[in-house]
């Protein structure tokens, strides 16, 4: 029988291995309009952690004792619906198992591009690359000429707004811990990276940004938005993405130039890629040119066999991760 | 000889009486092109506070031994420029003293409109007014049926945007602090009042808007912008006009709720009035039509003389003001 990750409680704070438990699950009969998908690459993504809280969001919440969900790469081995069969390659949200039934509605056929792995479809092609694009494009308005601040640049979202900012004629300033991440953005084409365990934030950007920042993008809220009110120009814009800061501590976040709002007439936007669905087709054509040319390259942190699947995600929380942390099953 | 009031020392925190100085000052005679006004009404607005301190921001800071600026209403007295003359009404920017030589560049003739008093254009019909009427309007996009919060409702910005709120067919849910302010809230108009002094806004702002809010019109910051984004609802979008909360404080502000930014797309946008100057005609014509009919009316909290003019400015603080807070000389 195929195997599920469930969630055994709800985490308080740091989420630890006690909180997850891999059970075997029976799949029902194919219905009409279902497929069964063998999994072959999941992904584990930090905002899954607010859905471990017992609170309404954007998505609803996980529920103690039943499956865990996430994006998945899967194959086709059985199926009763039109235009599916064994061996199509398809992206969906069953992920955290091994096998899956799912209806047509939650399936996306991958298309076939040459030179481009599967997996991109849950990286740069996938809800981490349209997440960074419309992000950027969209929430922020960012443009060529624009002075772009981004957090948690070596991660999956980071790396790919990097790269995306400078294909699109930007300056780029990227934040990342520890000197290999660094070299890592640095490599991505980032005009300046600060290693904010280096120093304090507001004084590193005030020296890699010394004409101030025209664009942020938060991955992380707490020092680092503060940092970006700090030292942003008139009419700075903001697209709020991810707190990660704050996902665990619970702790409110203390902000000492937030009043700059005011005089630099800063916006300030939250946003979620699942909002940009009905623009999928703008979003595949642009960023798919881009990764064909190699101006966004993909870079995965790989972690191999579902058991491993709760550590991948706790590596999450402590910068193990580089790119896109995957699960190869 | 005229006094004006100078800047004696910059304020540590609250600024006390012992940071202003009345003093003659020497004028000198008219260029071509400047006209002499004798004022007679003088604002006083908390965003003076910031122009107090020695940091660049959208308006230059005030200088130590220097005069004092803000708006005022006065009669010109001696004109050498086309256009003005003896008795005629202006509004300019050389508040703070009795009389001033001013370039026409710097002066509005205030049109004569029946019923309404020529300090209304220091108030509904001027920088309040405006204010408020653009930061609902456009910062916050606020339409019909939207329901808005906002904070200092009491104040001169504040019961503006009540009003103006209600006419444009909002639910207006307003803050003020003791049951005599939240009664005139609640007489201009308002929904629903909170006295913010009498429990946690959280949940005051919960029982007040069972159903969340859409606008939220800062005027504070702090506690009222975080119960703010506790309680927004989904695509909320949130006009930061003030932060009188962290004027003289100095303090970081903390935010319990801020991650819902993300979860509920939650729109923030600062503004300044200036920014909209070349839309005045657009506001006169709106707004002086709200104001003509009644829909909205001015509360004036009226201190005589120029001696004063420091109290009436330092009384905003400790919330000395319903409506707007004006110096008669």
Chains 1, 2 share one sequence.
């Not at 194919?30 to 899954?48: E, F, K, T």
């Not at 076939?112 to 960074?132: D, R, V, W």
């Not at 579902?306 to 910068?319: H, K, R």
Request: glycine share 12%; proline share 5%.
């Amino acid at each position: 029988m195929p195997r599920a990750w469930h969630l055994k409680s709800r985490p308080n704070g740091m989420p630890t291995s006690d909180n997850f438990e891999l059970k075997e699950v029976t799949l029902a009969d194919l219905a009409d309009g279902q497929v069964r998908v063998r999994n072959r690459w999941l992904s584990v993504d930090p905002y899954m952690r607010g859905r471990m809280n017992d609170v309404k969001s954007y998505v609803p919440p996980f529920q103690v004792g039943e499956p865990l969900e996430g994006g998945a790469v899967g194959e086709v081995v059985e199926s009763r619906a039109d235009g599916f069969a064994p061996g199509d390659l398809v992206m969906h949200m069953a992920g955290w198992r091994e096998e899956a039934v799912v209806p047509t509605a939650g399936l996306n056929k991958l298309p076939s591009i040459p030179g481009i792995g599967e997996q991109a479809f849950l990286g740069n092609l996938g809800l981490t690359g349209g997440t960074a694009y419309w992000g950027l494009l969209d929430a922020a308005q960012a443009k060529a000429g624009d002075i772009v601040f981004v957090s948690a640049a070596a991660g999956a979202v980071g790396s790919a707004v990097v790269q995306i900012a400078k294909a699109k004629g930007m300056t780029v300033i990227g934040s990342a811990r520890g000197p290999e991440k660094c070299d890592f953005v640095k490599s991505l084409g980032a005009d300046a990276v600060i290693d904010y365990k280096a120093g304090p934030l507001v004084k590193s950007l005030a020296e890699a940004a010394p004409k101030g920042i025209d664009v942020y993008f938060d991955n992380v809220g707490g020092d680092h938005l503060d940092a970006a009110f700090a030292h942003a120009r008139k009419d700075a814009r903001f697209a709020i993405c991810g707190m990660i800061d704050g996902y665990n501590s619970g702790e409110p976040m203390a902000f000492r130039y937030i009043m700059r709002v005011i005089a630099m007439r800063i916006m300030l936007k939250g946003f979620i890629f699942t909002d940009y669905m009905p623009r999928m087709g703008e979003f595949i054509a642009d960023m798919g040119q881009m990764v064909a040319s190699g101006q966004v390259k993909e870079r995965d942190t790989i972690v191999d066999g579902l058991e491993n699947t709760p550590d991948a995600f706790l590596g999450l929380f402590t910068g193990k991760n580089t790119g896109k942390m995957l699960v190869r099953l």
